[in-house]
């Protein structure tokens, strides 16, 4: 077992994941890979839930702490709501009922950083198909023709036009983030999109489906592209 264990050390130290995976099937004894799935299913959401644990204890430091008014204000608030106090310990019904909705929040939290951690070549390789097809949608579509009505008479150059194009793209793919365990928002676009990138880079094929992504945008927009024309001509 002593061999096992430092032949697990040099494939985790070299990111020899085949290696590792061997050797666990060896040391476990286990002859189907699926077999690992569950070990390795559990000691991901504990390494998440004891990660999360430390952020939420330093969270809770932080907040303790406060300013120094809420240190100053409290005690006096303490001592001249007395009723208020007695209502707050008696509502023990409210209180689990926060603490219900807290451990929703707490373990929708831990799912989303979950998928960040899973988030691999396999994972950008479905998210830019679920961009495909969001591209290809109706209401994409509907979204570009507006935006390209508003080029046809619009006097913005070039790097005008495709940022607002970009913003276009990043407000119909805040959903798609989501689903990958990102913030819904702008942050959430730009950690995905960094992550598609350091995951696939030096891919060809990836290179080649985002390539066909940006076209499939910029053939919705025929007025963006004489814009570029025009550019093209003034240089």
Not at 123 to 141: G, K, N, P, R, V
Request: negative net charge; aromatic residues 6%; glycine residues 6%.
């Amino acid at each position: 077992m002593a061999a096992g264990w430092e032949t697990l050390k040099v494939a985790c130290e070299g990111n020899d994941f085949s290696l590792a995976t061997s050797t666990l099937l060896q040391e476990l004894e286990f002859e189907d890979p699926t077999d690992l799935l569950p070990l390795l299913c559990g000691v991901l959401t504990e390494v998440i839930c004891r990660a999360d644990e430390v952020e939420s204890k330093a969270h809770a430091i932080r907040a303790r702490k406060g300013s120094a008014f809420s240190r100053f204000a409290a005690p006096q608030a303490a001592a001249g709501d007395d009723d208020d106090g007695e209502k707050a310990r008696s509502s023990t019904a409210a209180e689990r009922k926060s603490k219900a909705r807290e451990s929703l929040v707490s373990g929708a939290r831990r799912w989303k950083r979950t998928l960040r951690t899973l988030f691999n070549f396999d994972a950008s390789a479905a998210a830019i198909t679920d961009l495909e097809e969001l591209y290809q949608s109706d209401e994409f579509s509907r979204a570009a023709a507006a935006l390209n009505r508003e080029f046809e008479f619009s006097e913005k150059n070039f790097t005008q036009r495709n940022a607002e194009i970009d913003n276009l793209c990043r407000r119909a793919t805040m959903p798609i983030a989501s689903r990958y365990g990102f913030t819904q928002d702008d942050v959430g676009v730009k950690d995905m999109r960094a992550k598609i990138e350091e995951v696939t880079q030096g891919n060809h094929e990836m290179l080649q489906l985002k390539a066909g992504l940006n076209k499939m945008v910029v053939e919705k927009l025929p007025n963006f592209r004489s814009a570029l024309r025009g550019q093209l001509n003034d240089d």
